[in-house]
Structure formats: structure tokens, C-alpha cells
């Protein structure tokens, strides 16, 4: 692991890079306008044909001859897992059951040729995602028996026969790292035929995401397919073909997998997460080798990063956007360190569309961007100018999150419900969702243009956003105005609802403007009924008030980084905007 630095989770939730941090353009540019992009941009028309050269020179017959039997089968190294496995995971495991977001699944009942978990929960087991937490609970020894019986299953149901999940793109990818990084725990047997079976599946798999990776969607499953490429060539002997065959398509997928500022296009912080321990356990593999990472993975890494952190509340934990739920603070930190990035949070990701606003120990995050194109997501949410804010450790307004991850406490109806704009901090018109989610899953018509003007001012922060979603069904214009107090101890804010250019329409519109609570507070409401106490238990207290419409207490929930949803609160806000628009005032105060 020369020149890297240990893997350690910082002291602190997010800590002071120091003067040696990664230098990022965190300066706020007012008026910035974003709009909705095509996965697969930045890519000219000779960078595409390059591509396809270049995978074609690989792919010739003559190639895939010549490496057939010209190597023997064995592994070069076993590079470093930088990340910690799950200790409940893996105690659970050697206790005789898979445990994944409230499912369990005994190993005595696993038959991987008809497994009828949750999709997430294949995943799970297809990708040997579980071998980092069998790992985390005790040595080899007591290890590798169970992780060995698994993969005979595993090679006995699928290492002759190709199909989806279990040799799916992203899948395959990461069975290539896990294998690698924990190959003590599944290769220490004598059984020579065995070790062969996995080795031969090893090559097997990379033969496979040479044919399927460029034809995967794009994102971050499309990244990894790619990264278990390159991973394979430097495992394996005779590997340098493929690593250049590799490396051309890593760096162009991972052209069109971010945007400049580094967020990911499915605009998902955990999509953000796996990208980045994607990222890093190939580095790893590099170390390995002792060959250096190749320049563009460290680029995107020290862009990525800062992104991540930009998501982060002051606490370390994740906000809930785009499906994520809220991912714990040490998960981050340890993804983080393996990344080997100093770096503070990006304060504004213009392309991203996530801006991020801090005062004192109070942390505001909002969504200034589109929802992701649909062929980039399952589980893209209806979140356009939606806000969360935390106070030190508590989160004071938050968004549901969750839609992606199913589980035993979320099917998917509810997952279809926390995608819609009603499970945001946000305003909705007549009960509908500024993005439209089709009967099919995917996003449809809605927002297209976001405007943006975000100002440093004496007064405090100022973020001013609109969004075009209500336009063309209703008539209206959505613009949000959010002022953080330079001490964070107030947060105003007006909701505004404007004609839209040439629209005919006329008639009334019913609103409602929701502010979903976190988890540790429990709201009353005051006598004129135009404000609400936030109290929160051995913590601060808040205030709420609106200047217009009727206020009243709902139930609402949310859900963390383990797919796991909470009861909670929301404050709704109901009224009627008339053709000519309306203006809707409010502000959360710290009162002690």
C-alpha cells in the first residue's frame, strides 16, 4: 500500500482536511441556470468511434485464441478491502443466516438456483458483498469453511450458466473485487478441482463484462462492470491487453458517469457512496501490483469526494435524496478514508444541483437541480427544491427517503410512494408530483429548467430557486427563497407561486407545502394555529410559523441508511392560490 494512508475512520463527522486537502472550487456563482442532460454527454463523435475501435481490436478472435491456455490460471496478489464489513452482518452469518435490511435468510434454506429474496437482497449475495462482514467478525479459520460452502453453491447453480441477477453487469463487477479482496476466506482449500473452478470462474466473469459492459445502463453499475475489468487484468497473469482494453472504457464511462463538479448523474448519494468504494477498492488493486493508479481514477476521486461530503449533515450522516436513506456517519467516514482524499464538503455542486449552506453547527442542504434522466435510475425522485436541515446532532426538517431501499420494512409500494414530491420538504399543487412517476416505474414529464441564485450577504445565506415542473398542468412557477442566518439559529423562507409565461389557464389551486420532521422531534401546535413548538428531547427547541394557509401535524416517517423507516412528524401547510399567484412566508427559529 505504498504512499496511501492507513484506513482509519476519522476522530470527527467531518474533519479538517488540513493544509495538504485536495483543493476544490467551492466558490458560490450566482445565477446559474440547470437543466436536464442526456446520460451521455461530453462524449464527441470521435470519442465514441475511438471507443469502439478500441473494444474491437480487443474482442478480435484471433485475441480471445491467443489467450486461451497461455497463462496458468492463479491470482497475482490479494489486494487490501479498504472498507470495514458490518460486524451485526457477519456475526449473523456465522450464527447461520444472511441478515440485509431487516431479511433474514438461513444458509441452510439458501439455493441460489431459486432464491426468492428482495432484488436488493440478491444483489447481495450474488455480488459476495457479505464476505467483507464475514470477514469483520473473526479469522480465517473460522471464516473460510462457511464462505467456501457458499461459493460451491454459488458455482453450482451459476458457473456454467449465464443470467441476470447473478451474472448482471454491476453483480459480476463486484464479485471480481470481493473475490479478489477476501480470497483467504474462499480459496484456502486443498481441493484443487475447487480452487480451479473459482480461478476459471474469475477469468470467466472478465470475459463476460468485456461483452456486456459497454451495453449496461449508465451510472454506477455501468462504472463498476468496468472497474472489474481492469480489476481482472491486474489479478490475473497476461492481463495487459485487457488493462488497456479496460482502462479506455473506465475512462470514458466515467466521463458520463459525473459531472464536472463530481456528483454522479443518477444524482443518488448512495449511488455516490458505491462509486467511490468502487473507485477505491481498485486502487487497491493497483497497490497490489505496485503499479501506480492511473491518473483519471485519482482526478475523479478527489472530485467525487467532496461532492459525497457535500451531502453530509453536520453530524456525518447522509440527507435522503433520490431513494438514499440516511447512511450512517461512520460508513462515510470509513468509505471516505479509503478513498485517501482530504478534502472539505463542496458548498455548491453547480451541475449536481445539490447546494449546501453551514453556520455554525447548523447544516442546510437543498435540492436545486432536475430529477436524473430515467434511463439512469429505478428510483429517481419527484424532490425539486426540497431542503433538509440539522441542527449539531438532531435533523430538524428532513425528506422521507428510502425509495431504493427494499426490504423486509419497505415493499415496493411504499418505495413508489417515497419517490413522489409529497414525501419531500417541498410544495406540491392539486396532489401531484412536480416530476410525473409512470405507472412503469420511470420518470416522465415534469421539471425540465431549474434556476438558481445563491448570494453571501450580511443578512446570511441566500438561496433562490425555481422550477418549471407545474407549468404546462397548472399554470404556475414554483420559486423557493431560503435565508440561513449567519448564527444558524434562523432559517426564513417563502414558497412562491407565479403565472407561468403564456399559460391560459385559470381557476384556483390547491396547495400544500410539507415539512417532514426528524425522527427526535414532537411538535404542538400554538393557539392561533399559524405556528408549531419543535421540541426535541435533551436537545434544542424550535419554532415554526407560516404567514399564510392552515398548519396542521400529519404522521410521517423516516427511513435510514438500513432501509429501516421511523415514525415521525410533518408540518402541513394547505391553502388556495388563485390565478394570479400566491406568496407563501415562514420560518424555523432556535427559541432555546
Not at 431479511?103 to 432484488?119: E, I, Q, S, Y
Not at 451541475?351 to 430515467?374: C, E, H, M, S, T
Request: with cysteine; charged share 20%.
Amino acid at each position: 500500500m505504498e504512499g496511501r494512508p492507513p484506513i482509519s475512520a476519522p476522530s470527527s463527522p467531518i474533519p479538517d482536511p488540513g493544509d495538504d486537502a485536495a483543493p476544490i472550487d467551492d466558490s458560490i456563482e450566482p445565477g446559474k441556470r440547470l437543466i436536464r442532460l442526456p446520460a451521455d454527454k461530453g462524449l464527441s463523435l470521435g470519442d465514441r468511434l475511438a471507443n469502439q475501435i478500441t473494444r474491437l481490436t480487443w474482442r478480435t478472435p484471433l485475441h480471445a485464441f491467443r489467450l486461451k491456455g497461455r497463462f496458468p490460471l492463479k491470482l497475482l496478489g490479494v489486494p487490501a478491502d479498504p472498507v470495514p464489513g458490518d460486524m451485526r452482518a457477519g456475526t449473523a452469518i456465522r450464527a447461520g443466516h444472511f441478515l440485509h435490511r431487516g431479511l433474514k435468510l438461513p444458509l441452510g434454506k439458501l439455493d441460489f438456483a431459486a432464491l426468492t429474496v428482495a432484488p436488493a437482497f440478491a444483489d447481495y449475495l450474488h455480488s459476495f458483498a457479505w464476505l467483507r462482514d464475514l470477514a469483520a467478525t473473526g479469522t480465517r479459520a473460522d471464516g473460510a469453511p462457511i464462505a467456501e460452502a457458499v461459493v460451491r453453491q454459488w458455482l453450482a447453480a451459476h458457473g456454467e450458466m449465464v443470467g441476470e441477477p447473478a451474472w448482471k453487469a454491476d453483480n459480476t463487477g463486484w464479485r471480481i473485487l470481493f473475490w479478489a479482496a477476501h480470497a483467504p476466506l474462499i480459496l484456502s482449500s486443498s481441493d484443487l478441482i475447487y480452487r480451479s473452478a473459482v480461478l476459471n470462474h474469475l477469468a470467466r466473469a472478465a470475459r463476460h463484462l468485456d461483452r456486456v459492459a459497454d451495453k449496461t445502463r449508465p451510472g454506477t453499475g455501468q462504472l463498476v462492470a468496468w472497474i472489474g475489468i481492469v480489476a481482472a487484468s491486474l489479478l490475473m497473469p497476461g492481463g495487459e491487453p485487457r488493462q488497456i482494453f479496460g482502462e479506455a472504457g473506465l475512462r470514458k464511462v466515467i466521463e458520463t458517469s459525473f459531472y464536472a463538479d463530481g456528483g454522479n448523474i443518477a444524482r443518488s448519494p448512495q449511488a455516490q457512496l458505491d462509486a467511490v468504494m468502487a473507485l477505491a477498492m481498485l486502487a487497491r488493486v493497483y497497490d497490489m501490483r505496485r503499479i501506480e493508479v492511473p491518473p483519471f481514477v485519482q482526478e475523479v476521486l478527489a472530485r467525487a469526494v467532496p461532492a459525497l461530503l457535500g451531502l453530509a449533515h453536520s453530524d456525518g450522516g447522509m440527507g435522503n435524496w433520490q431513494g438514499s436513506g440516511a447512511t450512517s456517519a461512520l460508513h462515510i467516514q470509513y468509505v471516505v478514508a479509503a478513498s485517501g482524499v482530504r478534502t472539505r464538503p463542496l458548498k455548491q455542486a453547480r451541475d449536481w444541483g445539490y447546494q449546501r449552506v453551514v453556520a455554525n453547527k447548523v447544516v442546510l442542504l437543498a435540492d436545486a437541480a432536475p430529477p436524473p434522466i430515467a434511463r439512469v435510475t429505478e428510483a429517481g425522485c419527484a424532490s425539486t427544491l426540497a431542503f433538509e436541515l440539522s441542527d449539531g446532532d438532531e435533523r430538524i426538517v428532513v425528506n422521507c427517503g428510502g425509495a431504493a431501499l427494499t426490504g423486509a420494512t419497505i415493499p415496493a409500494d411504499l418505495a413508489r410512494g417515497l419517490r413522489t414530491t409529497a414525501a419531500h420538504s417541498t410544495l406540491t399543487i392539486a396532489d401531484s408530483n412536480s416530476t410525473a412517476i409512470l405507472p412503469s416505474g420511470a420518470l416522465g414529464r415534469g421539471v425540465t429548467e431549474v434556476e438558481l441564485d445563491r448570494r453571501e450577504t450580511p443578512q446570511g445565506s441566500r438561496v433562490e430557486m425555481s422550477h418549471d415542473g407545474y407549468a404546462r398542468r397548472h399554470g404556475f412557477i414554483h420559486r423557493r427563497l431560503l435565508i440561513l442566518a449567519p448564527n444558524g439559529r434562523e432559517l426564513r423562507g417563502e414558497d412562491m407561486l407565479l403565472p407561468a409565461p403564456r399559460s391560459r389557464r385559470k381557476g384556483d389551486k390547491r396547495f400544500t407545502l410539507r415539512f417532514h420532521l426528524g425522527r427526535n422531534l414532537s411538535a404542538s401546535l400554538t393557539a392561533d394555529r399559524l405556528g408549531a413548538l419543535l421540541r426535541i428531547a435533551g436537545g434544542p427547541l424550535w419554532q415554526f410559523r407560516t404567514s399564510e394557509g392552515a398548519l396542521d401535524i400529519e404522521e410521517s416517517l423516516w427511513v435510514d441508511g438500513d432501509g429501516r423507516p421511523h415514525p415521525t412528524e410533518q408540518l402541513v401547510v394547505t391553502g388556495t392560490a388563485p390565478a394570479g399567484g400566491a406568496s407563501i412566508g415562514w420560518i424555523f427559529k432556535h427559541i432555546g
